[in-house]
Nanobody
Framework: QVQLVESGGGLVQAGGSLRLSCAFSGRTFTGYAMSWFRQAPGKEREFVAAISRSGGRTAYGDSVKGRFTIARDNDKNTVYLQMNSLKSEDTAVYYC??????????????????????WGQGTQVTVSS
């Protein structure tokens, strides 16, 4: 089965940057759309970014647009989330997710948690102000 392992979280000052990585194994990576979600204490899981199977299409949540970048390396079976200009409100557990059914295209983007079947264990990102 699919395994997703996130890394790269930590403590950073406001205005700083972090890069999260998610290593995918168990199935053919290029068959899966990939995404990042986050969840802060007491809040619902929030869509952050998604990327199509080829990497040619990306989508972002409104709160991170222009600051975060999602990318994938299909040779390394890894998806990344580059986070710049971090704010205290970006503090959350960040989860990598995968789906063989989800669509990430110019006309349709899977943004809900239930669109994704496979989840990593999460990595904590804490932004100090």
């Amino acid at each position: 089965q699919v395994q997703l392992v996130e890394s790269g979280g930590g403590l950073v000052q406001a205005g700083g940057s972090l890069r999260l990585s998610c290593a995918f194994s168990g199935r053919t990576f290029t068959g899966y759309a990939m995404s990042w979600f986050r969840q802060a204490p007491g809040k619902e899981r929030e869509f952050v970014a998604a990327i199509s199977r080829s990497g040619g299409r990306t989508a972002y949540g409104d709160s991170v647009k222009g600051r975060f970048t999602i990318a994938r390396d299909n040779d390394k079976n890894t998806v990344y989330l580059q986070m710049n200009s971090l704010k205290s409100e970006d503090t959350a557990v960040y989860y990598c997710a995968a789906s063989w059914k989800a669509v990430v295209s110019a006309t349709s983007v899977a943004r809900a948690p239930h669109d994704y079947d496979e989840w990593g264990q999460g990595t904590q990102v804490t932004v100090s102000s």
